[in-house]
C-alpha cells in the first residue's frame, strides 16, 4: 500500500513539474512575443489612422458637420478629409473657422494650416501637438482645442544611428550614444574586473588552505547576494568624488564610475564559477604536472588553468551579461547624459538606463520606442553570447 502510494506521489510530482517547465516556456514566449511587438510597432505604422482632435473647457462643439456634447475622448478626422470645419460658442459669440490639411503625412509640422485670424492664439506645436486658445473669463477656464498630428512610421535606421535622443518634443529617437555607452561600460568592466577575477580564483583553488579557502568564497557569496543598488550607492558616495577629485571634472559622475562599479559587480560571478571549473580539473593533472618536477605556480597556470578554460568562459559570459544588463548601479554613477563620450570623465547613459528612468512617465511612440531599445538590447546580448560561444568553440576544437 504505501508503495504504490509513493508510487502516485511520484507521479504527481513529475506532472507537476511538468505543468511547471510547460508554463515557464508559455509564459517566456509570451513575454518576447509581446515586447518584440511593442518594439517592432514604431517603425511600420504611425500613431494614430488620422488627426485628432481634444476640446478644453468647450460643451458643444461641431467637427466637419457633427456635433459633439460634453465629449471626453478625442475626436477622429478622417484621413480623407482635406480641411477641419469646427465651429462652437464662445462667450456669446459663434466661432467659426477652417483648418486646411496638407495630404503629405511625412512631415507633422506640415500638416495644418491655420488662419491668418488665429495666428496669436495657436501655440507652436510640441509633442506634435498644436493648441489653439480662446480667452475665457477666469485664469484657467479658456477654451482650448488640442489638434494631435500623428507621427508616421519612424526609419529603422535612424533610431539605430542618429545620435539624438529628444523623445519628448523634438520627437528624435537616436540610440547610438547609448549603444556606444553600453558596450564601452561593458568592455571597460570586462577588462578591467575578469583578470583580477582569474587571478583571485586561482589563488583561492590553488594556494590557499581548505580553510582560508573557505572562508574568502563564503565572503564571495555575500557579495553576490548584495542588492544592486546599494553598489550604485557605494560608487555614488566613495567611487564618483573620488574622481571628480583626481580628474577635475565638474562631476565624478562618468563612464570611468560606471566601469569601475560594474568591474566590482561582476566579480562575485566569475570568481564563483572559475573556482568551480578549477576545482572539477582531475587531481591527477596536477600529481603528474609535479612528478615532472614542475613548481605549483607552474602546475596552475600551465595545466589547471588552460583544462578549466571552457567552465571560465562560461564564468565570463555571464559576467559580460551581467554588465550589460545592469540597470540601477549604473542609473546612479554614469551621470545619464544622452552623449558620446570623449573622455572616461564624460557623463553617459546606457540602455539599460534609459528604459528604467522613462518608462514611467512615456506614452505612445515614446513608450514603444522604449520597447524597441529593449528589444535591441536582447539582440546585442544575444550577439555577445554567441560571439563569446564561437571562441570557446575553437578553443576546444584547438584543444
Not at 470645419?85 to 494650416?113: C, M, W, Y
Not at 546612479?332 to 539599460?352: E, H, I, K, Y
Request: contains cysteine; hydrophobic residues 50%.
Amino acid at each position: 500500500m504505501k508503495k504504490e502510494m509513493r508510487k502516485q506521489v511520484d507521479i504527481g510530482i513529475r506532472y507537476l513539474f511538468r505543468v511547471v517547465s510547460y508554463f515557464s516556456v508559455v509564459a517566456l514566449a509570451a513575454m518576447l512575443i509581446f515586447i518584440f511587438y511593442q518594439g517592432i510597432i514604431p517603425f511600420v505604422s504611425s500613431t494614430a489612422p488620422s488627426i485628432r482632435l481634444v476640446t478644453e473647457h468647450i460643451p458643444e462643439i461641431q467637427v466637419n458637420g457633427s456635433t459633439y456634447v460634453n465629449h471626453r475622448t478625442f475626436i477622429d478626422v478622417p484621413s480623407k478629409d482635406d480641411e477641419i470645419a469646427i465651429s462652437f460658442e464662445h462667450q456669446g459669440e459663434h466661432i467659426d473657422f477652417q483648418l486646411e490639411l496638407n495630404p503629405d503625412k511625412t512631415n507633422p509640422e506640415q500638416a495644418v494650416r491655420f488662419p491668418a485670424s488665429l495666428a496669436e492664439q495657436v501655440t507652436s506645436p510640441e509633442a506634435n501637438t498644436y493648441t489653439i486658445t480662446f480667452p475665457g473669463g477666469l485664469p484657467g477656464l479658456e477654451k482650448k482645442i488640442h489638434i494631435n498630428i500623428p507621427e508616421p512610421p519612424y526609419r529603422f535606421l535612424a533610431f539605430l544611428l542618429g545620435d539624438e535622443w529628444r523623445p519628448v518634443y523634438r520627437k528624435l529617437y537616436g540610440i547610438l550614444p547609448m549603444i556606444t555607452a553600453t558596450l564601452l561600460t561593458t568592455f571597460g568592466a570586462v577588462l578591467l574586473g575578469v583578470p583580477i577575477a582569474l587571478l583571485a580564483s586561482v589563488m583561492i583553488a590553488e594556494f590557499l588552505s581548505p580553510k582560508s579557502a573557505l572562508f574568502v568564497r563564503s565572503s564571495i557569496d555575500l557579495l553576490a547576494g548584495i542588492p544592486s543598488v546599494v553598489y550604485g550607492f557605494f560608487g555614488l558616495m566613495i567611487i564618483v568624488p573620488i574622481i571628480q577629485r583626481v580628474f577635475g571634472s565638474a562631476s565624478g559622475s562618468s563612464l570611468l564610475a560606471a566601469v569601475i562599479v560594474l568591474s566590482i559587480m561582476i566579480l562575485p560571478t566569475v570568481i564563483s564559477i572559475t573556482i568551480t571549473s578549477l576545482e572539477a580539473v582531475p587531481e591527477s593533472y596536477r600529481e603528474a604536472s609535479l612528478a615532472l618536477g614542475a613548481t605549483k605556480m607552474q602546475t596552475s597556470w600551465r595545466i589547471v588553468f588552460p583544462a578549466a578554460r571552457s567552465g571560465i568562459l562560461a564564468g565570463g559570459i555571464l559576467g559580460t551579461s551581467r554588465a550589460v544588463g545592469e540597470t540601477m548601479a549604473v542609473i546612479l554613477v554614469a551621470g545619464n547624459s544622452p552623449q558620446f563620450p570623449s573622455s572616461l570623465t564624460d557623463s553617459v547613459r546606457t540602455m539599460t538606463a534609459t528604459i528604467a528612468l522613462e518608462m514611467g512617465y512615456s506614452a505612445g511612440r515614446h513608450n514603444q520606442m522604449l520597447f524597441s531599445i529593449g528589444v535591441i538590447l536582447f539582440v546585442i546580448i544575444c550577439v555577445l553570447n554567441g560571439i563569446i560561444m564561437k571562441l570557446k568553440q575553437h578553443m576546444l576544437e584547438d584543444a
